[in-house]
């Protein structure tokens, strides 16, 4: 173990500050980004990902099944931005059911506004008309506008875990008090929810639509756009997660995540660097619930609550949170499994669900995208005798899962 | 790491030393710091004065208020007093302002980012220096600092290794490759060669005082027989207090220094000597 004695000028005053602010030019190039798939990896499972679900599932499913599969879709795309918050940057987020909801009742709201113009001017939801005053809730009035619906499906969410998260983050809240305050925003969500009788339709929720942009939901053929649609932002969700995690960003949020304080003693603020993982999460939870209405026809406080809040964490923990298609394909698997089982046994699926969670938690925290892994370094293990080098294979993504036996 | 990068490279480096000595390089001057816990007073009223080039070590025995005074320094803990880095106040300003006016630190157990490899850990290191976009793009090409520094550290063949399987020293080294390519001004090691072997403490003294040009590097440390090797400077505390300082001859010589700390018994005296 020997340290070069080369004398030489200062390394750390390597010009006067000069403007570093690309690579272009400087330096010997990088390899591929440890810790995440490859490129040809991950574009090419992105690639099976939106063939089998845009190609093969309408050719082989009829038409209730499609529908069916378009709902686990908007919980996968729920599932990415867990993953990327979850996984990446340890935050448990717990009640992604509340941003679920400003995005699923933002889409609702116009697409009962949109209905009800068709029925003529003036007309108000049909809901309004048999609980409401005669008049439009002041909240309604912007989402008339189909511009205003989609800003307001991804900026409300970002502007919310923005003053959220920077606040929490700031003081330090982190680990199980961090999902508990999630547990309690989306909790508060949906008591205020079942409280707007008048305006948002209470406990009963905003159903019975007709149109989704002009089209109708009636046509099949329009139904399966929107399948499409979802599934195009599925893949769209994982593309942009994929970036994020490649990124010199992604790489400080997992530092972040493992090391906060030493993150600020290189110069970074770390609440500002959870703040947008959260923002993202948010964001794509949102996304999920804005895509989940016209596709199921109803949204309720239900469909946001505490237990539908944990279920989007379920399905990541079991993919495995983080990799980059664990949490996609878990939230598919759970979500399908849910909808078999729970026809089978009513009363025993949320005693599975939380067995589930506490299995994966404790026997395999990096998920089942851990498997293969675990597998092959077994492999190694036993083929050698002696203890492998992960450091000589550079494909072995062994420093890529979360902690082990910790939640957060 | 091709040949002609390392010859071009010291011409290149001569051509800016003269450019980027700090004028007013003064080092990092300390005066009444104070650190209190409750009704314990950790610090005491500490005056130091750490210079540019030279390896400053600080010594003294356990719960003498060293980590303490580091700790206050880098921000970590609440102290009254002041600190000045090239006459500048720096007692007070939040952590991550301080490792951008250049001072930076290792803990006695190194804090690597275990997931990530060496060069994700150098790389986020030098983040600092770059434009806050960067971050929204992969890194395409080593910072050419990235590599300088893993030459000055002998860490080139553990790049691509994650950080957490690395060997004690070498987790302790990239900690100050990291300092390096943060640019510090100012590098506070809390205990760098505890737990190492000989060689490795040699390779690390010898490493202290290749980088203590036009960088003031100070070292809290329990080895004395380490302290002797490669001290320049050394400040003794006791109790919170600065008991002496001075050169490593005029401070082992000190009496007040043997009494509470070098001639505690003949047994000290002998393991300090003793070999590693």
Not at chain 1, 27 to 40: D, K, T
Not at chain 1, 159 to 176: D, I
Not at chain 1, 317 to 339: D, I
Request: glycine share 12%; charged share 15%; aromatic share 8%.
């Amino acid at each position: 173990m020997s340290l070069t004695s080369t004398e030489r000028g200062d390394p750390s005053a390597a010009g006067p500050d000069e403007a570093r602010v690309g690579d272009a030019g400087r330096g010997r190039p990088a390899g591929p980004v440890p810790g995440v798939p490859r490129r040809g990896l991950a574009y090419g499972g992105m690639a099976v990902l939106a063939i089998a679900l845009m190609v093969l599932v309408p050719m082989f499913f009829g038409t209730f099944q499609v529908n069916q599969i378009g709902r686990f879709v908007c919980l996968a795309i729920v599932a990415v931005g867990i993953g990327l918050a979850w996984g990446r940057g340890g935050m448990l987020t717990m009640g992604q059911g509340a941003f679920f909801g400003i995005g699923a009742y933002v889409m609702a709201m116009h697409m009962l506004l949109s209905d009800a113009a068709l029925r003529g001017p003036d007309t108000l939801p049909s809901f309004m008309v048999l609980s409401g005053n005669g008049e439009l809730p002041w909240f309604w009035e912007p989402f008339r506008s189909g511009t205003v619906t989609v800003l307001g499906i991804v900026l409300l969410p970002a502007l919310v875990a923005g003053l959220l998260g920077f606040s929490l983050f700031k003081r330090k809240v982190k680990g199980a008090y961090f999902a508990i305050l999630n547990q309690a925003l989306v909790a508060a969500v949906a008591v205020l929810l079942i409280g707007q009788q008048d305006t948002l339709g209470g406990s009963n929720g905003l159903s019975g639509f007709q149109s989704f942009f002009g089209l109708s939901l009636a046509d099949p053929l329009n139904q399966q756009f929107i399948y499409l649609l979802a599934c195009g932002v599925l893949v769209a969700m994982v593309a942009l997660a994929y970036w994020m995690m490649r990124s010199r960003f992604g790489e400080l949020l997992v530092a972040t995540r493992d090391g906060e304080e030493r993150v600020r003693f290189l110069g970074y603020d770390p609440a500002g660097v959870k703040t947008i993982a959260y923002m993202a999460a948010a964001m794509m939870a949102s996304i999920g619930g804005a895509l989940f209405v016209p596709i199921v026809g109803i949204i309720s406080p239900t469909s946001i609550g505490v237990a539908p809040s944990i279920a989007f964490v379920i399905g990541v923990a079991v993919g495995g949170r983080g990799s980059l298609f664990g949490p996609v394909l878990g939230a598919l698997a759970v979500a399908w499994a849910e909808s078999s089982l729970a026809q089978a046994f009513p009363s025993g699926w949320s005693y599975f669900q939380g067995l589930l969670l506490i299995l994966v938690i404790v026997l395999l925290p990096g998920g089942v995208a851990s498997l293969g892994q675990r597998f092959r370094r077994r492999r190694a293990d036993s083929g050698n005798g002696s203890t492998p080098d992960p450091g000589t294979d550079p494909a072995e993504p062994a420093h890529v899962p979360a902690p082990k036996g910790t939640l957060t | 790491m091709s040949v002609t990068d390392i010859d071009s490279r010291p011409t290149a480096a001569a051509d800016q030393t003269p450019l980027t000595t700090p004028a007013g390089n003064t080092g990092l001057a300390v005066r009444d710091l104070t650190v209190r816990f409750g009704p314990f007073t950790a610090v005491d009223g500490v005056d130091l004065d750490f210079a540019p080039d030279t390896v400053h070590f600080l010594i003294g025995p356990n719960g003498a208020g060293k980590t303490t005074c580091v700790d206050a320094i880098t921000g970590l803990s609440k102290a009254t007093g002041s600190v000045r880095l090239d006459g500048q106040e720096v007692l007070g300003i939040p952590v991550r302002k301080l490792a951008r006016q250049g001072i930076g630190r290792t803990f006695q157990t190194a804090t690597l980012f275990e997931n990530l490899t060496v060069l994700q850990n150098l790389d986020i290191a030098a983040g600092m220096h770059r434009s806050r976009w960067s971050l929204l793009g992969a890194r395409s090409r080593i910072d050419p600092a990235i590599d300088e520094a893993l030459e000055d550290t002998g860490l080139g063949h553990v790049i691509d290794r994650p950080a957490g399987i690395l060997s004690h020293g070498q987790k302790q080294w990239v900690e100050i490759a990291m300092l390096l390519v943060q640019r510090a001004k100012v590098l506070l090691l809390d205990e760098p060669v505890a737990g190492m072997s000989h060689d490795e403490r040699q390779a690390t003294g010898e490493l202290l005082h290749r980088l203590k040009r036009e960088r003031t590097v100070i070292v809290v440390e329990h080895d004395m027989d380490f302290m002797r090797q490669f001290a320049s400077e050394v400040t003794v505390l006791h109790q919170g207090k600065v008991l002496s300082a001075g050169s490593v001859d005029a401070v082992t010589s000190d009496p007040r220094v043997q009494q509470v700390y070098l001639g505690s018994g003949p047994d000290a005296e002998a393991e300090g000597n003793q070999p590693a």
